[in-house]
């Protein structure tokens, strides 16, 4: 087998490879940076609460928080139950993403040399 063709086999498998890690990529919009807080407990904005009291403080809680990172600060929000299942999905999906993104990158790397080298191979 010719070298141009070999590069060319290996080239088609690389497409191949790249285009099935696209495919099992989780939606841009079914992901969440964050991370879940179980069991938390919090005083809130209300001065005048409970948990406020300077002699017997009584936190709110225990509850689950969603900590979401943003550019600026950590934003904690609070995770209605039935929400967490899909909050925890939404978590691992990036943990997913970065992972793929780790992979496309090896490979797209492999797909530019090739695509180089066989740009220059001639006829
Ligand atoms: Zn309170």
Redesign the pocket.
């Known amino acids: 087998m010719s070298n141009k063709k070999n590069k060319n086999l290996i080239l088609e498998s690389l497409l191949k490879k790249q285009k099935k890690i696209i495919e099992s990529m989780p939606e841009m919009n079914d992901f969440i940076i964050g991370t879940i807080q179980n069991n938390l407990f919090f ?2 904005g ?1 001065k005048n ?4 009291d300077e002699k017997n403080p009584q936190p ?1 809680g225990p509850k689950t928080h969603l900590s979401l990172r943003s550019d600026k600060k950590k934003k904690n929000i609070y995770l209605k139950k039935e929400r967490i299942s899909d909050i925890r999905k939404f978590i691992k999906n990036y943990d997913a993403l970065w992972i793929s993104m780790l992979k496309l990158s090896l490979i797209n790397y492999e797909i530019y040399s090739l695509e180089k080298e066989l740009s220059l191979i001639k006829k």
Do not use: G
């Open positions: 005083r809130c209300n609460c409970k948990c406020h709110h």
